[in-house]
């Protein structure tokens, strides 16, 4: 459970830092819009500023020319003329000017047509007063006199300044409007921006908590695990401990049992060895008493004699092998008690002293052992020569008659494992045996050769004991292979199974 | 030859093992008188009477055969009273038991035993022992009880 929803915030991490990153975008855009907004709103000021500043020339300019104009009326003089001329030559500068300055206006409609108005206005004005002025040097202050009254009186500069005046509200509405609406939109995105901020705040909040939920439930997972390892831990202590314990239960057992069954064995042993004495005597005493009766007839006695052997000699075998047996039981559970001594081998050697010393029964069997090069290995060294020399003495135990015998025994070096091989060529363990010859009391094959089913039940838990394994392979009838694993540096293993 | 008032105290649990025994003593010659119990409470009872001091013992000569595994309580439990008892801790006590285990066999000789022999497990063994005790035993000198 823990693990799913670990899993399941993992999942929505990415998309919480999506979302943050979002909202992070549009705040910055934001910022960005405002500040450009802003620039903008002052350049529209500046303009304002500009248009205004224009006009107010242009209408100076305006009232300057027709004062000119005047006093050369009035005069005549050329001077007058002259500044009444450059006036003019200002007005039409100044009227391009401002011009220019409202050309990039927003609400062109409205701000052409009163531009168009005050261009009218002004080229017109400009064109009276000249026409007025020409007249004047034509024909002196008589040639005005014939001109409409109204002509001179009534000047544009009243109109021009109504347009002037119009132009400067029109501006200053626009820039009004203009603020107002970025304002406005300022305002919105400002909340927005602190929307924005607020679901940033929330959101890391939300990521915190979630974050130190699942630091959390690791944390927990990661107790239940430690907690759960030291149980098992204990778990395991406590099985091995009870398995030791079994073995050691077993292995006392067996010890027992067969110091228990060894005593009524020497009992009837005992009186077995006591009923030949009084056979003896018996006999004896028969022959002594049919001697007496004159009996000459001996068969009878020698039939009861015969069948008094039979039944001896059947128990005293009985009793012999029993006594062997309970004594490999005895060796085996001795076996399991003796401590080991681990040192480093010399297999070569140790081998070939296994081999010399069955040199004997290798020659009456008229067999070769030969002894490859063996790799040296850390191991008990009793242990070994048990092993090996069970191992060398079963192989020449098991030779067929027909075949000269040949046994080898090769090593090889593994990663961590020495292996070591018995190989024969003598006549083979049957398919079905091959795991139950390890057995106690177990054998292979027709019983014609001496022995109790114990040797390799005593290697095998020999090589167990050094950490190792044995195994075999064979082709009835053509040979046995018998493989013994040790590790390179055998550990000792209390819990060998033992019978 | 030892002297013929010194009785032969064995105490086995096997009746099998003690006939056996006593036939093998016999046939080393011992002629002496050989009283078996098969538990420890009545070969206690025995040796040291009725009034458990072993007083009423005294002029007699025991030579004390001991099996240490018997039903209701150790032969060492034996051994160390016969070994604190004043009148009887002369007596030699031959401990005839299965067991080799060296803390066992150290045991004994510190709680005064005078010969610990193990059984050998197979017949013509045990029996050559046995043999050889006896012989052993019509040569030893064994006092009178106090």
Same mark, same amino acid.
């Given at each position: *459970?823990?693990?799913?929803s /670990?899993?399941? /915030?993992?999942?929505?991490?990415?998309?919480?830092?999506?979302?943050?990153?979002v909202?992070?975008?549009?705040?910055?855009?934001?910022?960005?819009?405002?500040?450009?907004?802003?620039?903008?709103?002052?350049?529209?000021?500046?303009?304002?500023?500009?248009?205004?500043?224009k006009?107010?020339?242009?209408?100076?300019?305006?009232?300057?020319t027709e004062?000119?104009?005047?006093? %050369?009326?009035?005069?005549?003089?050329?001077?007058?003329?002259?500044?009444?001329?450059?006036?003019?030559? &200002?007005?039409k500068?100044? *009227?391009?000017?401002?011009?220019?300055?409202m050309?990039?206006? !927003?609400?062109?409609?409205?701000?052409?047509?009163?531009?168009?108005?005050l261009?009218?206005?002004?080229?017109?004005e400009?064109t009276?007063?000249?026409?007025?002025?020409?007249r004047?040097?034509?024909?002196?202050?008589?040639?005005?006199?014939? *001109?409409?009254?109204?002509?001179?009186v009534?000047?544009r500069?009243?109109? !021009?300044?109504?347009?002037?005046?119009?132009?400067?509200?029109?501006?200053?509405?626009?820039?009004?409007?203009?603020?107002?609406?970025?304002?406005?939109?300022?305002?919105?995105?400002?909340?927005?921006?602190?929307?924005?901020?607020?679901?940033?705040?929330?959101?890391?909040a939300?990521?915190?908590?979630?974050?130190?939920?699942?630091?959390e439930?690791?944390?927990?997972?990661h107790?239940?695990?430690?907690?759960t390892?030291?149980s098992?831990?204990?778990?395991?202590?406590?099985?091995?401990?009870?398995?030791?314990?079994?073995?050691?239960? =077993?292995?006392h057992?067996?010890?027992?049992?067969?110091?228990?069954?060894r005593?009524?064995?020497v009992?009837?042993m005992?009186f077995?060895?006591?009923?030949e004495?009084?056979?003896?005597?018996?006999?004896?005493r028969?022959?002594?008493?049919?001697?007496?009766?004159?009996?000459?007839s001996?068969? $009878?006695?020698?039939q009861?004699g015969?069948?008094?052997?039979?039944?001896?000699? %059947?128990?005293?075998?009985?009793?012999?092998?029993?006594d062997?047996?309970?004594?490999?039981?005895?060796?085996?559970?001795?076996?399991?008690?003796?401590?080991?001594?681990?040192?480093?081998?010399?297999?070569?050697?140790?081998?070939?002293?296994?081999?010399?010393?069955?040199?004997?029964?290798?020659?009456?069997a008229?067999?070769?052992?030969?002894?490859?090069?063996? $790799? $040296?290995?850390?191991?008990?060294r009793?242990?070994?020569?048990?092993?090996f020399?069970?191992l060398?003495?079963?192989?020449?135990?098991?030779?067929r008659?027909?075949t000269?015998?040949?046994?080898?025994?090769?090593?090889?070096?593994?990663?961590?494992e020495?292996?070591?091989?018995?190989?024969?060529?003598?006549?083979?363990?049957d398919?079905?045996?091959?795991?139950? !010859?390890?057995?106690?009391?177990?054998?292979?094959g027709?019983?014609?050769? #001496?022995?109790?089913?114990?040797?390799?039940?005593y290697?095998?838990? @020999?090589?167990?004991?050094?950490?190792?394994?044995?195994?075999?392979? /064979?082709?009835?009838?053509?040979?046995?292979?018998?493989?013994?694993?040790?590790?390179?540096?055998?550990a000792?293993? #209390?819990?060998?199974?033992?019978? | 030859? !030892?002297?013929?008032?010194?009785?032969?105290?064995?105490?086995?649990?096997?009746?099998?093992? &003690?006939? @056996?025994?006593?036939?093998?003593?016999?046939?080393?010659?011992?002629?002496?008188? =050989?009283?078996?119990?098969?538990?420890?409470?009545s070969?206690?009872?025995?040796?040291?009477?009725?009034?458990?001091?072993?007083a009423?013992?005294?002029?007699?000569? %025991?030579?004390?055969?001991?099996?240490?595994?018997? #039903?209701?309580?150790?032969?060492?439990?034996?051994?160390?009273?016969?070994?604190?008892?004043e009148?009887?801790?002369?007596s030699?006590?031959?401990?005839?038991?299965?067991?080799d285990?060296?803390?066992?066999i150290?045991?004994?000789?510190?709680?005064?035993?005078?010969?610990y022999?193990?059984?050998p497990?197979?017949?013509?063994?045990?029996?050559?022992? =046995?043999?050889?005790?006896?012989?052993?035993?019509?040569?030893?000198?064994?006092?009178?009880?106090?």
């Amino acid at each position: *459970m823990a693990l799913k929803s /670990s899993a399941s /915030s993992a999942l929505s991490q990415p998309a919480r830092l999506a979302v943050g990153f979002v909202i992070l975008a549009m705040i910055s855009g934001t910022s960005i819009w405002l500040v450009a907004q802003t620039r903008a709103d002052s350049k529209q000021v500046i303009r304002t500023i500009e248009v205004k500043e224009k006009l107010s020339t242009l209408q100076g300019l305006i009232w300057r020319t027709e004062s000119h104009q005047r006093a %050369f009326l009035l005069t005549g003089a050329e001077r007058y003329r002259e500044a009444f001329r450059t006036s003019a030559e &200002a007005v039409k500068r100044a *009227m391009a000017e401002s011009e220019a300055a409202m050309a990039g206006a !927003i609400d062109q409609v409205v701000q052409g047509q009163l531009v168009a108005d005050l261009k009218a206005a002004v080229t017109a004005e400009l064109t009276d007063l000249e026409e007025v002025a020409a007249r004047r040097q034509g024909g002196g202050l008589e040639a005005l006199s014939s *001109m409409p009254s109204d002509s001179l009186v009534q000047s544009r500069a009243e109109d !021009i300044r109504n347009i002037i005046a119009q132009l400067v509200r029109q501006e200053q509405h626009l820039l009004a409007v203009q603020i107002d609406a970025s304002q406005r939109t300022g305002q919105l995105l400002l909340v927005a921006s602190l929307i924005g901020a607020l679901l940033l705040i929330a959101l890391a909040a939300v990521s915190v908590a979630l974050v130190r939920r699942s630091t959390e439930r690791l944390r927990a997972a990661h107790k239940v695990l430690e907690d759960t390892n030291e149980s098992l831990e204990a778990t395991v202590a406590t099985r091995t401990a009870e398995l030791r314990q079994a073995n050691e239960e =077993i292995r006392h057992f067996a010890h027992i049992v067969s110091h228990d069954l060894r005593s009524p064995l020497v009992n009837i042993m005992g009186f077995t060895g006591e009923l030949e004495v009084v056979r003896e005597r018996f006999f004896e005493r028969l022959s002594s008493l049919r001697a007496r009766l004159d009996d000459v007839s001996p068969e $009878p006695d020698k039939q009861l004699g015969e069948e008094f052997n039979e039944a001896l000699g %059947f128990i005293k075998n009985s009793i012999t092998r029993m006594d062997r047996l309970i004594k490999a039981i005895l060796k085996l559970t001795r076996e399991g008690r003796r401590e080991l001594r681990m040192e480093s081998i010399d297999m070569m050697e140790l081998v070939r002293s296994a081999a010399d010393a069955l040199g004997y029964q290798a020659q009456e069997a008229g067999a070769s052992i030969t002894i490859g090069p063996l $790799p $040296p290995v850390v191991g008990d060294r009793l242990a070994l020569e048990q092993i090996f020399s069970n191992l060398l003495e079963n192989a020449l135990k098991y030779l067929r008659g027909d075949t000269l015998g040949r046994i080898q025994v090769t090593g090889r070096s593994a990663a961590n494992e020495v292996i070591y091989e018995v190989h024969d060529n003598g006549r083979g363990i049957d398919a079905k045996d091959r795991e139950r !010859i390890f057995d106690i009391f177990r054998r292979s094959g027709p019983r014609d050769r #001496p022995g109790e089913g114990i040797g390799l039940t005593y290697v095998q838990t @020999l090589v167990r004991r050094l950490g190792g394994d044995i195994t075999v392979r /064979s082709d009835l009838g053509q040979g046995s292979t018998f493989t013994v694993t040790l590790p390179c540096k055998a550990a000792i293993h #209390p819990q060998e199974i033992s019978p | 030859m !030892i002297p013929k008032h010194v009785t032969i105290i064995m105490i086995e649990d096997d009746e099998g093992h &003690a006939r @056996l025994i006593e036939k093998n003593i016999r046939r080393a010659g011992v002629r002496n008188e =050989i009283v078996s119990f098969v538990d420890g409470t009545s070969a206690i009872a025995y040796l040291f009477a009725s009034d458990g001091s072993g007083a009423k013992r005294a002029g007699q000569a %025991f030579l004390i055969l001991l099996d240490l595994n018997l #039903p209701d309580m150790s032969g060492a439990d034996i051994l160390k009273r016969l070994k604190t008892s004043e009148q009887l801790k002369r007596s030699p006590v031959v401990v005839l038991t299965t067991t080799d285990d060296q803390a066992e066999i150290q045991r004994c000789y510190d709680l005064g035993c005078n010969v610990y022999i193990t059984k050998p497990v197979d017949y013509d063994s045990f029996a050559n022992s =046995i043999r050889q005790l006896g012989l052993f035993f019509s040569v030893v000198q064994v006092p009178e009880n106090p």
